[in-house]
């Protein structure tokens, strides 16, 4: 299931060398602790928690608010565990651009030397559709540039994956859980942050099932009679609310995308996802035939809300949450307090949480 999606200032940039060091150490240590005191399966719950994770770079000591704490908190975490990997049994795989397409020849790797307990290729097709659906069956305008997939010897796993979008000069993390996972194409998210709503087109919302069903009827077809209803589209006065011209999408490209799923026989929206090929215009062009010919439209809606882990202190976007505030200090003090390990790094991020409050 993804659990949820937040919303940050896009920063380019670098941490410096003595700050991320530094957060290695930490994150490493901190990860041990949870994971002795509480099992890996409970990390991985909350490295999927949109709030946890945001919480915990801020401890490391990182922006709060730039969208820099993601890709930096997941890089000080795989260069942090990377030696102790095979002794806990937690593996992340994947990061920031380039070294984000590795990620299924790492799975295979790490499959390869250690007795995971599922096949890789299952691991491999959960990293890969949920990049997918956060890139084609949810178009919000954000381009994924960062994909972390963690998961441990049981084979289970959790995602986090960040978008950018230049024009608002914002970036969105999405979160999955693994063990949640039911069906990655219909209303997959627990929970989504964000400071603010995007024209979306949503196919794994609920109300897109009979889009979704319609559009895998037409991947189906002979490429010739889609094609045929889709120039009729072009005569047709198109809803506002649609984010995409029709003049974007060539009649030419889409004709050969469409002989490549009609030869493969999709038999659901997820296998059309699947395919080699099929992005975002292709799953446009479906959803718009979908509703102006057959009556069967995609959901246009955002899925947002408007949430922060703790406000802040000038009062925006609200006031402090001072309960919840209290908790999270709380328990970032219980993980401490069990560690009993009495290095400055700690102290000096408990000590950098107190005094805030």
Request: glycine letters at 6%; charged letters at 25%.
């Amino acid at each position: 299931m993804k659990t949820g999606i937040t919303n940050l200032p896009l920063h380019y940039g670098k941490a410096p060398s003595w700050l991320f060091s530094r957060m290695k150490r930490l994150a490493s240590e901190i990860t041990l602790v949870i994971i002795d005191q509480y099992g890996i399966e409970e990390f991985l719950n909350r490295l999927s928690d949109p709030f946890w994770f945001q919480a915990f770079g801020c401890t490391l000591g990182f922006d709060w608010h730039s969208s820099g704490l993601t890709t930096t908190v997941c890089g000080a975490l795989k260069e942090g565990l990377k030696d102790v990997s095979k002794e806990i049994g937690l593996f992340i795989c994947g990061g920031k651009g380039a070294t984000s397409r590795k990620t299924p020849l790492e799975i295979e790797e790490i499959s390869s030397k250690r007795r995971i307990k599922v096949h890789p290729e299952k691991l491999i097709y959960s990293s890969k559709m949920s990049a997918k659906i956060d890139s084609t069956a949810l178009q919000d305008g954000y381009q994924l540039y960062h994909h972390c997939f963690i998961f441990n010897q049981e084979g289970n796993w959790t995602v986090i994956q960040q978008g950018m979008n230049t024009s608002n000069r914002m970036a969105r993390r999405y979160h999955w859980l693994g063990k949640e996972v039911e069906d990655f194409v219909c209303e997959p998210h627990k929970a989504i942050c964000c400071d603010r709503k995007e024209e979306v087109i949503n196919m794994v919302a609920r109300k897109s099932e009979d889009c979704r069903k319609v559009s895998t009827i037409l991947a189906n077809e002979e490429p010739k009679r889609v094609i045929d209803e889709y120039k009729k589209i072009k005569q047709l006065n198109l809803s506002p609310r649609h984010t995409v011209s029709i003049n974007d999408i060539k009649s030419q490209n889409l004709r050969k995308i469409l002989e490549l799923t009609y030869e493969k026989r999709p038999n659901n929206f997820e296998a059309l996802l699947g395919i080699k090929g099929v992005g975002p215009k292709t799953i446009r062009a479906l959803s718009l035939i979908s509703e102006l010919i057959y009556g069967k439209p995609a959901s246009f809606e955002d899925p947002v809300r408007f949430s922060f882990a703790h406000g802040g202190k000038d009062g925006h976007p609200y006031p402090v949450n001072r309960s919840q505030y209290d908790l999270s200090i709380q328990i970032l003090k219980e993980v401490v307090n069990l560690a009993k390990i009495g290095r400055t790094e700690k102290l000096k991020a408990l000590r950098r949480l107190n005094d805030n409050f």
